[in-house]
């Protein structure tokens, strides 16, 4: 049975994504990464996203990385219903403690678990109580819960870069419509007649999502589902069965040159689109045209 996220969770955090990651646990939307700040806020405190009592912490290695830390940090928390899984927090609490929504669960890791354009946040996956909460795949789908605002928002490929690095750029479009008020993200164009938020890694990472709409929560199929286009600034970048996208091999280009992906995910303040690749030549202030076109074309 899937895991419902509340409205009242979600509220608490800058931004969150089911599909944007290539972690194992993500696969079919089975997990959430919730982000406490952007690229425009530097995000050290992680709140807990859950209550309950505090069953395990456990320190984990990590990918060596140039750019992150060699360990990682597992924090067990039982919420009565189910076991919650979490990473990316060097705990200050520990086995026997109880924790509320929004209580300190310790500082956020920069884990080498992450591509170098992912800043700090709280990974999320619950697990049936007996299941095993220390393998990394096996976690419960997740699902927005029906008080989640969660609105789709047209983009047509263009953008001025608000915040950048040598990894990304993040656009200002599309424009958020009710900053701090509801969620919103890019609307998958093809799909649902633009009434789905396309969530993913489109195309870095295996596969994306729907979110929102009249999207199947759980990820089951709808009934005679046979398989939807999803496009993204005009061009079709997938296909859908249910809520889970798998991508089409596309080529993604700022401004005439290449980028490894566009980031897609829910913001509570910003809608706009995160580019990401090694070596990204952009800075703030300019103007971007993005194009994305069938691989090979």
């Not at 009565?80 to 026997?96: F, Q, T």
Request: glycine share 14%; proline share 6%; charged share 20%.
């Amino acid at each position: 049975m899937a895991v419902t996220l509340a409205a009242d969770v979600l509220s608490r955090y800058c931004r969150f994504s089911l599909y944007n990651s290539p972690f194992v646990a993500h696969d079919r939307g089975c997990a959430v990464d919730l982000y406490p700040g952007d690229e425009t806020t530097t995000a050290t405190a992680a709140p807990s996203p859950v209550a309950g009592e505090v069953v395990d912490t456990r320190t984990v290695a990590a990918p060596p990385r140039p750019y992150a830390a060699d360990e990682d940090h597992l924090v067990l928390v039982d919420t009565g219903d189910r076991v919650a899984r979490m990473l990316h927090v060097d705990p200050s609490v520990e086995a026997g403690d109880t924790v509320a929504v929004g209580d300190a669960l310790g500082e956020l890791v920069r884990a080498g678990f992450f591509a170098p354009w992912v800043p700090n946040h709280i990974h999320l996956g619950f697990r049936d109580r007996g299941d095993d909460p220390y393998r990394a795949s096996g976690s419960l789908p997740l699902k927005l819960g029906s008080d989640v605002d969660l609105r789709p928002v047209d983009w047509d490929g263009t953008g001025k870069v608000v915040a950048a690095g040598e990894t990304y750029a993040l656009l200002d479009a599309p424009v958020h419509p009710a900053p701090g008020d509801a969620f919103a993200g890019v609307a998958a164009g093809g799909a649902l007649e633009g009434n789905a938020v396309l969530d993913g890694g489109c195309t870095h990472y295996e596969g994306g999502g729907l979110l929102g709409g009249g999207v199947a929560g759980d990820g089951s199929c709808r009934p005679g589902d046979g398989g939807e286009t999803v496009a993204l600034a005009g061009t079709a970048v997938g296909t859908a069965s249910g809520r889970h996208v798998t991508w089409r091999d596309v080529e993604v280009r700022a401004n005439g040159d290449p980028v490894i992906g566009v980031a897609l995910f829910c913001g509570r303040d910003r809608a706009g689109v995160k580019l990401v690749g090694e070596g990204v030549d952009l800075s703030v202030g300019q103007d971007v045209y993005v194009t994305i076109e069938l691989a090979g074309d």
